[in-house]
């Protein structure tokens, strides 16, 4: 698989690594050569991975492309959250003692470039790190404590940071590295026992309600779960179950997404997992990938300050623009004008550097299929409330929404049911609501949403009880497949 670097500006960049092409992030985003490629090794070492900056992109779209990006969107973000970093290296903490105790200093820094630092008395613990951490350029930061060492921080370092007398050192690890051929592998804690369900009972706009939630722990005491159900506060509790159900609305730069995290560091079934929630929750990401594996979806672009002009030439008016990261009808625009296009992107470019422009495709009813494990298990259709082309309408002095209508599976189209599946499969094999118009006969994805809305009198419909004891199935045989005792009824 060839290697691939990805920098922000090709011409100052200080490393040549033989053999290694060094390309722009605007290009690999756009240009089709690399879009097109089905397999690379992108190093992804821009100078800055902020949440939707150029950098996040590129690991983000390598993942939809098939490529294999370092670091990946998890690893940058257990990277931006201090307390997940400190919490996986916690089993380090013997090494930690072990390499650091000569040190009469208060303060140690530790350089890692490719897994490897200067002073090979270090290179045990660097390449630790560097398989906890998965990001080319690290740099660790160390307090001494009394006796003992603490990790006090760890961030991804550009180019610019390296000290010109470690140039040839880094050249000789990333020589090494590629050589191998492979990626590190990342290792996993112990996990215990229980389910946690996570909420916040001040959410607006939850994705399950009060009966809902009510039947999903009397599905989950059916399945010999005792659930307990948990919110924010209680992050360093995790470790104490054995399954972890989100259903609080998710995001990457959000606590759902740590908790995801540290659910997955201690080895514990959940739902929805970490990636599920990266991938799922931003649009361009999505529309790469459907793309790619040639999933219908509306005319669509994904557009940045370079080509914004494209959106009205090859979309039409009138059109929709998504920021990457919108739900709830949030962050979704319809615009008919240049006039009023050109007000959005200003708008939206103000947050993000990439966002969706997709062709206005209007219908009655959104058809939303609920999947898991791979599955379709319930059906609705979701209408446009009155007068609007969403299916929730928040201009007014008051929200209003369409009516939700279930259905049973056998009367769903089957060309919905088998686009809904094989965009869902993409993602993974969590908990997934896949919107689709179907217009002319063929279905078109409008989205994947991870934690989709389940909620009594309405997704239930149809399948009544039996759609919260399908989750808890699933949960009960990921459990007990991860304890070795497959085959004993749940």
Known sequence: MPNLIVVNQPNKWPFHIP???????????????????????????????RYQSMGYYVSLLATARGHKPLPTVTTIQDLRTPSIARFMAEELDELVQRSLRALKSATFTLSIYFGHNTAKRYDELSRRLFHMFQAP????????????????????????????????????SAQAFFELNRFPARRASRAQFDMAILVNETEELPPSNKGALRKFAEAGKRHRFAVEFIDRSDYDRVAEFDALFIRETTQVNHHTYRFARRAMANNLVAIDDADSIARCTNKVYLTELLTRHRIPIPRTLIAHRNNRERIAEEIGYPCILKL?????????????????????????????DLLVAQEFMPTD???????????????????????????????????????????????????????????GRLIGNGLYGVDIKFVRGRAHV?????????????????????????????????????????????
């Open 19 to 49: 053999g290694v092409p060094v390309v722009s992030a605007r290009d690999y985003l756009t240009d089709p050569r690399f879009s097109d490629s089905r397999s690379l090794k992108v190093f992804n070492l821009c100078k800055s991975y």
């Open 137 to 172: 350029l690290l740099r660790a930061e160390f307090a001494a404590a009394g006796d003992a060492w603490r990790l006090t921080g760890i961030r991804a370092i550009s180019a610019n940071d390296i000290p010109a007398p470690h140039h040839e050192f880094v050249i000789e």
């Open 324 to 352: 990457p990261d919108s739900a709830f009808s949030q962050g979704v625009y319809k615009v008919s004008t240049d006039d009023e296009l050109d007000a959005r992107l200003e708008q939206i470019f103000s947050k993000s």
């Open 365 to 423: 009813f959104d058809w939303r299929i609920g999947l898991i494990d791979g599955a379709p298990f319930f059906a609705c259709k979701y209408f446009m409330a009155k007068q609007h082309w969403q299916i929730r309408d928040a201009n007014g002095d008051k929200e209003r929404y369409g009516d939700v209508e279930a259905v049973a599976l056998a009367d769903v189209p089957r060309a919905v049911l088998k686009t809904a599946g094989a965009a």
């Open 446 to 490: 409008i989205e994947v949403n991870d934690n989709p809305s389940i909620d009594a009198g309405y997704e239930d419909g149809i399948v009544k009880n039996a759609l919260y004891d399908r989750i808890m199935a699933v949960f009960a045989d990921r459990v007990k497949r991860q304890k070795g005792i497959a085959g004993e009824r749940a």
